[in-house]
C-alpha cells in the first residue's frame, strides 16, 4: 500500500469522525453541517494557511541581496526537483528550524529561522532545505494542514457534543437505550482518534521527506548532522510555537517539553538520523 494511498485512507477516515461527531450532536441534521463544515475548512486552508502560518510566527520575506547563499542553496534544490523557485521568509527566532507552507509548488514558500543561519554550516542547511523542498514536491504540506484543520475540528465538535449530553441535547436517544452512553464515548475518543491519525500522517511524511531530500542533496549526511543539532537546540530552547502548526516543522519545535513528547507529530530522531546514515544514495 502506496504513501499516498495510506494518507487518502487516513483523510477520508478524519472527514467521517467529523461526520459522525456532528451526528452525536445534532442527528442527520448535524452530520449534514458536520460535513459542511468539513468541506469549508478545507478549502479554507488550501487558500488562505500558508499567509496564516507565516504571519504567525513573523516570517519576513527576505530579497537575494540578503542572503546569497541561502538562495543559491534553495534554487539550485529547486531546479534538481523541478519545482518553481519558492518565497524565501526568515523567522526571528534564536531556536533552529524551518518548515514549508503553500497549497501547491507554484504558490510555495520555505522558512528558516535566523537560529538556522547561525549554527548549521552549508552542507546543514542544504540538508534542512532539501527536506522542505521535498514537502513541497510531494504536496506533503497542504495534506498536513488538511488533516490538521479536520483533528482541530473533531476535536472542537467534540466538546461540543460532550456539553449536549451532559445536558440532555440528544433525548430521543435515551429511548434507544445507551444512545447517551454511546455519544459521550464518541465524543470522548474520536478526538484521541483524530490525534492519533493527525500523528500517523505526519510521521509518514516526515520519513519520506527526509529520503527524498537525501537523494535531492545528493548525500543523507547533512541531514543527518542537521537534525542532531536541531535536536540538541529544541531541546535546550523550545520554540515558541503552537501545537496546531508544530508538524510543518523539520524537528518538533516543542520536543523540550517532555509530556507534548508523547504525542509528537515527528518520528523519533534517532530513527530519522539512523535511516539516513544507511541510505546509499
Known amino acids: 500500500m502506496s504513501n499516498m494511498f495510506k494518507t487518502a485512507l487516513l483523510l477520508v477516515v478524519l472527514t467521517v469522525l467529523l461526520v459522525l461527531i456532528g451526528g452525536a450532536i ?65 523567522i526571528p527566532s534564536e ?7 503553500g497549497r501547491n509548488p507554484q504558490h510555495a514558500a520555505v522558512a528558516v529561522t535566523e537560529g538556522s543561519m547561525r549554527i548549521l554550516d552549508e ?11 521535498s514537502h513541497v514536491k510531494n504536496r506533503d504540506v497542504l495534506i498536513a494542514t488538511i488533516a490538521a484543520t479536520l483533528a482541530g475540528a473533531i476535536t472542537y465538535l467534540a466538546h461540543m457534543a460532550q456539553w449536549a449530553m451532559i445536558f440532555g441535547g440528544r433525548r430521543d436517544d435515551e ?17 484521541i482518534a483524530a490525534m492519533l491519525i493527525q500523528m500517523a500522517v505526519s510521521r509518514a511524511r516526515e520519513f519520506q521527506a527526509d529520503a527524498t531530500g537525501a537523494r535531492l542533496a545528493g548525500k543523507p549526511w547533512g541531514l543527518a548532522k542537521a537534525l542532531e543539532k536541531l535536536e540538541m537546540a529544541s531541546k535546550a530552547v523550545p520554540m515558541d510555537a503552537s501545537p496546531a502548526t508544530a508538524h510543518l516543522f523539520i524537528v518538533n519545535p516543542l520536543s523540550g517539553r517532555s509530556l507534548l513528547r508523547l504525542f509528537s507529530t515527528h518520528p523519533p530522531i534517532e530513527e530519522r538520523i539512523a535511516r539516513l546514515r544507511s541510505m546509499r544514495v
Open 175 to 191: 429511548e434507544e437505550g445507551g444512545g447517551v452512553l454511546g455519544g459521550i464515548l464518541m465524543a470522548i475518543l474520536a478526538p
Open 123 to 133: 552542507e546543514e542547511l542544504e540538508g534542512v532545505l532539501a527536506h522542505e523542498l
Open 26 to 90: 445534532g442527528g442527520q441534521q448535524g452530520m449534514l453541517v458536520a460535513f459542511v463544515l468539513a468541506l469549508g475548512m478545507n478549502f479554507f486552508s488550501y487558500w488562505f494557511s500558508d499567509k496564516m502560518v507565516l504571519a504567525m510566527y513573523r516570517a519576513r520575506p527576505i530579497e537575494e541581496s540578503q542572503a546569497p547563499a541561502l538562495y543559491r542553496i534553495v534554487r539550485t534544490l529547486a531546479t534538481r526537483g523541478g519545482i518553481p523557485m519558492p518565497r524565501v521568509y526568515l
Open 95 to 101: 531556536t533552529p528550524n524551518a518548515f514549508a507552507t
